[in-house]
Nanobody
Framework: QVQLVESGGGLVQAGGSLRLSCAAT????????MSWYRQAPGKQREFLAT???????NYADSVKGRFTISRDNAKNTVYLQMNSLKPEDTAVYYC???????????WGQGTQVTVSS
């Protein structure tokens, strides 16, 4: 069983930065693909970025060049550094873990990010 707890959300002005953290329980963190998603009111959940166990990354076009995903396996934590934030980045941000071997996935409870214009 894996539990994910996000933190770091809040209110920021347009052009500002935030760093989200996702702390995971369980001893198999290092073998999970870790991802960030977001969901704005009235919209579907949107993929943002993913990082593999080997630290390969992939980004959605909407955040490429502005957001950076990283992981610290020693701390069982994945991060999302968000720069040049825009009002349209306002959403609840979710952490996601996927274990390829077990074909199981887990979601965090989400953290609110609000970008004011």
């Amino acid at each position: 069983q894996v539990q994910l707890v996000e933190s770091g959300g809040g209110l920021v002005q347009a052009g500002g930065s935030l760093r989200l953290s996702c702390a995971a329980t369980g001893k198999w963190f290092h073998v999970n693909d870790m991802s960030w998603y977001r969901q704005a009111p009235g919209k579907q959940r949107e993929f943002l970025a993913t990082i593999s166990p080997g630290a390969s990354t992939n980004y959605a076009d909407s955040v490429k060049g502005r957001f950076t995903i990283s992981r610290d396996n020693a701390k069982n934590t994945v991060y999302l550094q968000m720069n040049s934030l825009k009002p349209e980045d306002t959403a609840v941000y979710y952490c996601h873990a996927f274990n390829r071997a077990l074909r199981t996935d887990y979601w965090g409870q989400g953290t609110q990010v609000t970008v004011s214009s």
